[in-house]
């Protein structure tokens, strides 16, 4: 043994240098040989390779198919020295009309599902290539692209195909490398071949021009991207997602809705999804779902989701989003491979790699051609010499010993070349005839027509790219197909406010979680004491909780029971008729089952001089500075910590004018204090004392930010009574405290509901329990002391009672005047009222003779 190393010298090796080396030559290999597709033609060697072996075996689309294990066994064995699941499971997608958006491989047998089932064995399967995948391999014959070795150096394959359609973005690609990964989606082959046309006349155009013509990804298996945001940035710098979802629609069977799902979001299994749905019903994860079944069949996918009776289908549908790939990511990297090295392209430049490999694949076919036919032209030269001299080239012929003789007798005389003395000794006597020197004489003018056009091409930019239009529209005509996949634009993503004019509109939210927006012009003003207009329709287990006035501009501040805070545009609020249902809430701001809307603040700004107060039910009050809102986020942030027993009753603006905090209860107390009494605290704080109750089940109802102790409250009850107070009655105390008497209540009054500011340029708006809605000018409600009960707003009916009041605008109104100068007043069915009669009925409204009891001590 000592003798081998003799003669050997002893290298020094830093293994950090060795691993070093080692690790980027297995990394370079990874990336370029297996995982990464070429920027070029859009294939990963072992795709490149299947096509290539099925085109050595003459697989078009025209033949008989062969076993896939035939195609496998060539693959292996002459170019991808790899294990055959490898190969197969390749072929196996290429295959696959849900995985490819346009196929190269057609199969014949089972080869998948998108159940997730996997293919029969390779040798139960046959295979060929599709029409489109010819177009991929056109031209190879022409030395248009470059061959290399083999893994054995017995072989040449290409390095990539001459591919005349855009096969990286058409069927995109994924691949895992070493530091680094490809996943491009799949889009629609007529929207890249219009892009393409636009590059050759633009070729400074940009992604955002680009973009007129290729809409987004295109998937297979369709479904609705929502925004575009992630697509841009996409295209414009290589990386971005897109959300994806599924398509569905509504049916109605035995008065209950059924949701269908139509389409999937790209590589979701459907046995899959349906299976957990079913676990998330059965859990009670997601409530409302009776049953799930699966319906598909060769006409497409049809997953039925059978609701129960009582269950809101948008609901359902949401939580769905959330909890199972109804609702995917897609993350969009567009590298791929280019000159053997990896990097991450924009859309332009993918589509110019593209346009520059097919000019150059055109110049070499040209430059093929043109050899070709300027060969076949030079041997036509020297046979229209034998035939104009043909009992010479007999006579030389007879006269020589041999063939080389003969040849060499030839090319003296008559100037010829080797080939052309050689293509003389091998032309047929039949070509002597009249017919076939017409024939020899029109092949030889068609070719120099030829090479004409030939040489056109390699001299001419503008021929070489009208030739590049028109195989591009070539493959267009035959292969192009509609889209697929839907794109929805996402108002978080555009600015829409300059498209929306910016006007007032009442907005209801329902008891079960549905709200809408109406234009405050559908409700007319009406007289106190009117019966008002139906507001929305609802269900017998349904009635509006609360409205709100505010402009389509304006950001909406939702303020729950359980103190967490989240942000809308009014303008994203669904519109709808005074009748309309309305959109369920829980599809615009993500609210968890058990949270309830309490407050809805309009701001445009998110000053820090101002301060979001909270008022609770239990009598606790806190402000934040409007400043530790302003980051908005979709799931809501924590705006209060509360008692286990206590929730959010509603929330309010202080400004730098705000003087004083008023509390209300629903047994007619009333506390008023000053708002530095409560100072600002952080948002995970819980608050300070407001007002201690006198009787244990009294709770807050209403609270309000005050600015002078001249302004006036108006304090409804649940049966419609109501009266205006001017905030000096309400006697300063401290906070903390018991408070005063705020309304004399009785059983004809009802407990207190709430109250509001008076202002007279605006109209009070009431909403009853069964979905009523009246509008009364606040100076048509007298003024009262503070321990009084007011007069009739509305006129209730038995079973119902006021849920929620609120302020709206003033509408300018025309005034009509009899013959004598006075207002005329109209009854609800359009009848003229009498003015004394008017007055009466008015004055039956008050409670009492007195017009102002006693107040309390």
């Not at 009670?284 to 289908?313: F, N, P, Y």
């Not at 055109?362 to 020297?382: N, P, V, W």
């Not at 090319?411 to 047929?428: K, Y």
């Amino acid at each position: 043994m000592e003798n081998l190393f003799e003669n050997q010298d002893i290298i020094d090796i830093n293994i950090e240098d060795s691993v070093k080396t080692s690790y980027l030559d297995y990394s370079m290999s990874v990336i370029i040989g297996r995982a990464l597709p070429d920027a070029k033609d859009g294939l990963k060697p072992v795709h490149r390779r299947i096509l290539y072996a099925m085109h050595d075996l003459n697989l078009t689309s025209k033949v008989a198919y062969k076993k896939s294990a035939r195609i496998v066994g060539d693959v292996i064995g002459k170019y991808h020295p790899h294990g055959d699941t490898s190969v197969y499971d390749a072929l196996v997608r290429m295959a696959q009309d849900f995985s490819m958006r346009a196929p190269l491989v057609d199969g014949q047998g089972n080869f998948g599902s998108i159940d997730g089932d996997s293919a029969a064995a390779m040798r139960y399967t046959e295979a060929r290539m599709t029409r489109i995948a010819e177009e991929v391999l056109r031209d190879l014959d022409k030395d248009t692209v470059n061959f290399v070795p083999n893994y054995d150096d017995t072989m040449r394959e290409p390095a990539v195909l001459p591919t005349r359609v855009p096969t990286l973005l058409l069927n995109g690609s994924e691949g895992i490398a070493v530091g680094m990964a490809t996943k491009i989606p799949p889009h629609n082959l007529g929207e890249l071949l219009d892009a393409i046309l636009h590059l050759i006349d633009n070729p400074t155009a940009e992604a955002i021009d680009l973009m007129e013509f290729i809409q987004g990804p295109d998937f297979p298996t369709g479904g609705t991207i929502f925004g575009r945001r992630g697509i841009i940035d996409a295209y414009t710098t290589g990386r971005g997602r897109v959300k994806i979802r599924a398509k569905h629609h509504i049916e109605s069977k035995s008065k209950k809705d059924v949701i269908v799902i139509d389409e999937l979001p790209y590589q979701v299994n459907k046995a899959r999804l349906i299976e957990q749905i079913a676990d998330l019903a059965k859990d009670k994860q997601i409530e409302g779902i009776s049953e799930v079944r699966d319906e598909s069949d060769r006409d497409g996918i049809r997953v039925v989701i059978e609701l129960k009776k009582d269950a809101m289908a948008e609901i359902v549908l949401n939580n769905l989003y959330k909890s199972t790939p109804m609702e995917t990511t897609f993350g969009i990297i567009l590298l791929a491979v280019y000159n053997k090295e990896p990097k991450v392209f924009n859309l332009p430049e993918i589509l110019n790699i593209f346009l520059s490999h097919r000019k150059t694949v055109i110049i070499r076919r040209t430059i093929f051609d043109l050899e070709k036919a300027k060969a076949r032209a030079h041997i036509l030269e020297g046979l229209k010499i034998a035939v104009d001299n043909i009992d010479e080239v007999v006579r030389i012929i007879r006269a020589s010993a041999n063939d080389q003789e003969a040849k060499d007798n030839l090319s003296s005389r008559f100037g010829l070349s080797a080939i052309q003395a050689q293509a003389i000794l091998d032309m047929r006597l039949g070509r002597l005839t009249g017919l076939q020197r017409d024939k020899l004489e029109a092949e030889y003018q068609e070719l120099m027509i030829l090479i004409d056009q030939l040489e056109l091409i390699l001299r001419s930019e503008d021929r070489l790219n009208e030739i590049i239009k028109e195989e591009l529209n070539e493959i267009k005509e035959k292969f192009s197909n509609p889209r697929r996949t839907e794109i929805e634009d996402s108002y978080d993503e555009i600015d829409v406010e300059d498209l929306i004019p910016n006007e007032p509109m009442v907005v209801t939210i329902t008891h079960n979680g549905y709200v809408k927006r109406v234009p405050i012009k559908s409700y007319e003003r009406q007289k106190r004491g009117g019966k008002g207009k139906v507001a929305v329709t609802t269900h017998d287990d349904d009635f509006i909780e609360r409205f709100f006035v505010s402009n389509t501009h304006d950001t909406l501040m939702f303020v729950t029971n359980m103190g967490q805070l989240y942000w809308l545009k009014v303008y994203r609020i669904p519109e709808g008729s005074r009748t309309a249902k309305g959109k369920a809430v829980v599809n615009l701001i993500n609210l968890r089952a058990d949270e309830k809307i309490m407050a809805i603040i309009p701001t445009s700004d998110f000053d820090e001089a101002k301060s979001l107060t909270f008022f609770t039910k239990n009598g606790i009050v806190k402000r934040t500075s409007l400043s530790e809102f302003s980051n908005i986020r979709s799931n809501g942030v924590r705006a209060i910590v509360l008692d286990d027993d206590d929730e959010i009753v509603t929330a309010k603006i202080a400004t730098v004018d705000t003087k004083y905090l008023m509390v209300f209860t629903s047994l007619g107390q009333c506390i008023r204090f000053e708002v530095d009494k409560a100072r600002e605290q952080g948002r995970s704080t819980r608050g300070v004392r407001a007002i201690k109750f006198k009787i244990d089940s009294d709770i807050v109802v209403d609270a309000e930010i005050i600015d002078s102790e001249d302004q006036e409250i108006l304090t409804v009850s649940e049966k419609g009574i109501g009266k205006r107070t001017t905030v000096e009655e309400y006697r300063l105390t401290n906070r903390a405290g018991s408070g005063v008497i705020a309304m004399k209540l009785s059983p004809k009054t009802g407990n207190v509901i709430g109250e509001v500011l008076v202002d007279d340029t605006q109209d009070l708006m009431l909403l009853t329990s069964i979905g009523k809605m009246i509008r009364v000018d606040m100076q048509t409600i007298r003024k009262a002391g503070r321990n009084t009960s007011g007069v009739i707003i509305v006129n209730m009916d038995k079973d119902d009672k006021v849920v929620s009041i609120a302020k709206c605008p003033k509408e300018d109104e025309e005034i009509e005047l009899d013959e004598f100068g006075n207002v005329i007043r109209y009854n609800e069915d359009g009848d003229i009222i009498d003015n004394q009669t008017q007055l009466q009925s008015e004055s039956n409204n008050i409670f009492g003779n007195d017009l102002e009891d006693k107040e309390e001590e």
